[in-house]
């Protein structure tokens, strides 16, 4: 079976979008938030987001959950690993939780439910792609970067079998 990456959204229109999605999430989380990143997949969307932000003044504080549900797989097993936990302390304060893409619903609503057991004062997500017509929960992110059809994606951060996530612009893995 070869693979082949078929173009989607381009750096371009990924930075494009960013700018103004850092204007949108900005009024909402305070000057000094605490952003989580769920890694690997948001690792590249974190460093581009925080900078965006950081434009428009905010000066957050930063750290990562490593959750896992895929292993090498292209859907979801369900099951979350936390494989590493975020540091900082949560109570109180104003949390940005950040992940690649949403797709069945269950690690944002895992990593979710985390964050406001640990007392944070307000909790929001934001994702760069939704996959609507995946979820297997009721589950929405307050942010999303762009909405997209049932389509398995890499590039930009995102990985198939932890490839390609040093690709610049998003695409779809075609298996032929
Ligand atoms: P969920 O728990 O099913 O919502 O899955 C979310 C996670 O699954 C994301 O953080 C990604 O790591 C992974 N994922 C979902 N869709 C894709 C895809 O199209 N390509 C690569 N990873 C994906
Ligand atoms: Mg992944």
Redesign the pocket.
Known sequence: MTERIQPLITATDIAQRLQTLAGEIAPHIGATPLIVA?LK?SLVFCADLIRQLGYRGVRPTLDVMVLS??GCDTS?SGHIQVQLDCREEIKDRQVLLL??????????HFASQQLRQRGAATLHTAVLLD?PERRKIAMQADFVGFTIPN????GYG???AERYRELPDIGQLMQE
């Open positions: 769920i997949g549900s895929y979801s992940d690649d893409i949403l797709d069945s619903g269950l690690t944002l996959k389509l398995f994606v890499v995102i990985d198939y």
